[in-house]
């Protein structure tokens, strides 16, 4: 059975979650269809882009109708999105860093190091909320090894030594998503944990309404990103 539940008005969290899902899913139509429109070595990045706002679509449905329903936080089904769509993400970068010589391991690494961010997440949102401080900050250590690979380390190497500016731009977006776009997330994390650092502030209670905010900003506004690199990439060519 499926039902349907009206929003009570000012449920910011319920318009959040609805706006998102025909969001994620005019975004997938449009990285799908437009994938015919760039250069051939571009195509696998929109397919990935595509994909990312697909799952996250699936999932804004569910969250959307279990908010409705219970006005409680969809965590379970937040957590399932998030682990399958930042590897993704993950790979995004693999893709871009293949052309100036990255090996599989980088994203294996990469990959590591968000699924731990998650599992640690989950866990201080849910089965160990109680120490939801200590579990963010394990959760951090992944986020830093992410930051450390794109700003610092390997890929970061591998992006200064290639002579494609197109590329070099592409890169450096994304590092900048990852950054400052990924760092919305902790915000949230904080606002909605128990004894989390921002809960006795106005962002108390605020937590999805945050998460879906970064979910536009780093899902859509990321994938319009490598949409519009590989645009220009593909008129130079
Ligand atoms: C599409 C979904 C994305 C890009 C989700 C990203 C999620 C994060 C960067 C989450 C990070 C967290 C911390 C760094 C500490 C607190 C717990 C998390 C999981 C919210």
């Given at each position: 059975?499926?039902?349907?539940t009206?929003?009570?008005?000012?449920?910011?969290?319920?318009?959040?979650f609805?706006?998102?899902?025909m969001?994620?899913?005019?975004?997938?139509?449009f990285f799908?269809?437009?994938?015919?429109?760039?250069?051939?070595?571009?195509r696998?990045s929109?397919?990935?882009s595509?994909?990312?706002t697909?799952?996250?679509a699936?999932?804004?449905?569910?969250m959307?109708?279990v908010?409705?329903?219970?006005?409680?936080s969809p965590t379970?089904?937040?957590?399932?999105?998030w682990?399958?769509?930042?590897?993704?993400?993950?790979?995004e970068?693999?893709?871009i860093?293949?052309a100036?010589?990255a090996?599989?391991?980088?994203?294996?690494?990469?990959?590591?190091?968000?699924?731990w961010m998650l599992?640690?997440?989950?866990?201080g949102?849910?089965?160990?909320?109680?120490q939801s401080?200590?579990?963010?900050i394990?959760?951090t250590?992944g986020?830093?090894?992410?930051?450390?690979?794109?700003?610092?380390?390997?890929?970061?190497?591998?992006?200064?030594n290639?002579n494609?500016?197109?590329l070099q731009?592409?890169?450096?977006?994304?590092g900048?998503?990852?950054?400052?776009?990924w760092?919305?997330?902790?915000?949230g994390?904080?606002?909605?944990?128990?004894?989390g650092?921002?809960?006795?502030?106005?962002?108390n209670?605020?937590?999805?309404?945050?998460?879906n905010?970064?979910?536009?900003?780093?899902?859509?506004?990321f994938?319009l990103v490598?949409?519009?690199?590989?645009?220009?990439?593909?008129?130079?060519?």
């Amino acid at each position: 059975m499926y039902l349907v539940t009206n929003l009570n008005p000012g449920d910011y969290v319920g318009f959040t979650f609805f706006i998102g899902s025909m969001a994620m899913l005019a975004a997938t139509v449009f990285f799908f269809l437009e994938r015919n429109s760039v250069d051939g070595k571009w195509r696998t990045s929109l397919l990935v882009s595509g994909l990312i706002t697909f799952i996250a679509a699936v999932h804004y449905y569910y969250m959307r109708d279990v908010w409705a329903i219970s006005q409680v936080s969809p965590t379970e089904y937040r957590y399932i999105d998030w682990i399958l769509t930042v590897p993704l993400m993950c790979v995004e970068f693999y893709l871009i860093l293949k052309a100036f010589g990255a090996k599989i391991g980088l994203l294996w690494k990469m990959i590591g190091y968000s699924v731990w961010m998650l599992v640690f997440g989950y866990f201080g949102e849910t089965l160990f909320s109680e120490q939801s401080v200590l579990m963010g900050i394990l959760s951090t250590l992944g986020y830093l090894g992410i930051l450390y690979e794109v700003w610092l380390g390997s890929a970061k190497k591998l992006a200064v030594n290639s002579n494609d500016p197109i590329l070099q731009q592409a890169f450096s977006a994304l590092g900048w998503f990852i950054l400052v776009g990924w760092a919305i997330y902790p915000i949230g994390y904080m606002a909605g944990t128990d004894g989390g650092w921002l809960s006795n502030t106005f962002l108390n209670g605020s937590m999805d309404v945050i998460y879906n905010i970064g979910d536009a900003i780093n899902k859509i506004g990321f994938g319009l990103v490598i949409y519009s690199l590989a645009v220009r990439s593909s008129a130079k060519a």
